[in-house]
């Protein structure tokens, strides 16, 4: 199976497990990708984890089968691999992408869109189109961007140069860079603690925050709808749970609502 999932513990993980293909997207695995979504979407996990098994996190699109000249890759992203990168970043739970060996093109795109990203500090990642005549997609521009600057998306884009995961952590791309060795444990951690914690207050967040990315809100707005978020995480098990524990001086036992 070229993408698996795995639950427990309420975590979700996909494990892309296309190792010969460095996990390489083809037809086949792209209705993987988006069965194993709507699969962790409907079990209601309350956090999602991505890594790649074998030597890559994901080298791209497999271009093995490509027909450069004949084929509409106009439409090739809106029906196969756009649908994919905003189901991640639309995902109904805090996701997380654990990163090592390349990085590229629709992988990248499905890295950046998880909400945080742990990546080897050897890792490979970058745009590499400058090589092959053809655009950075799979949204690294609107992601690049926010995090690193026009500026330094655009160095990356002209040069083709690829940066190591420490680089990446280093300019804020993503959040860590650790030791190979160290990733996925690290991933896993963080992963864990955010499914045991008060996840509904969580997605007013990444709803919040997902707003003001998308609509450039102002600081009038922002604090209109934290008061409106603050209002429904109070209506929450969770939140009553949360004050109680506070007030009790103990432990809180959040269930996700």
Not at 65 to 70: R, W
Not at 133 to 152: E, K, Y
């Amino acid at each position: 199976m070229s993408v698996e999932l795995v639950i427990a513990n309420n975590v979700g993980e996909i494990v892309m497990n296309r190792p010969a293909k460095m996990n390489a997207f083809d037809d086949a695995m792209v209705a993987a990708m988006n069965q194993r979504l709507a699969e962790a979407e409907n079990a209601r996990v309350r956090a999602l984890l991505i890594r790649g098994e074998g030597p890559a996190f994901s080298a791209g699109r497999d271009l093995a089968g490509a027909e450069p000249g004949k084929e509409d890759a106009e439409a090739i992203l809106k029906t196969v691999f756009n649908p994919v990168i905003r189901k991640i970043a639309n995902f109904p739970a805090p996701t997380f992408a654990a990163v090592h060996g390349p990085c590229l093109g629709v992988g990248l795109g499905i890295a950046l869109a998880c909400d945080v990203v742990y990546i080897a500090e050897d890792a490979k990642t970058g745009s590499p189109f400058a090589r092959i005549g053809a655009v950075l997609d799979s949204g690294a521009h609107a992601f690049m961007t926010a995090r690193i600057g026009a500026h330094r998306t655009l160095e990356l884009i002209y040069s083709g140069r690829l940066i190591t995961g420490a680089e990446a952590a280093q300019i804020g791309l993503v959040n860590r860079a650790l030791p190979r060795e160290a990733l996925l444990d690290e991933a896993r951690k963080l992963a864990l603690q955010t499914a045991q914690g008060p996840t509904a207050a969580f997605m007013e967040s990444k709803r919040l925050i997902a707003r003001i990315r998308e609509e450039g809100l102002g600081l009038d707005r922002v604090l209109e709808a934290e008061a409106k978020a603050q209002g429904a995480a109070g209506r929450t098990e969770d939140y009553r749970e949360g004050i109680s524990a506070f007030q009790e001086k103990r432990a809180p036992k959040f269930v996700g609502r």
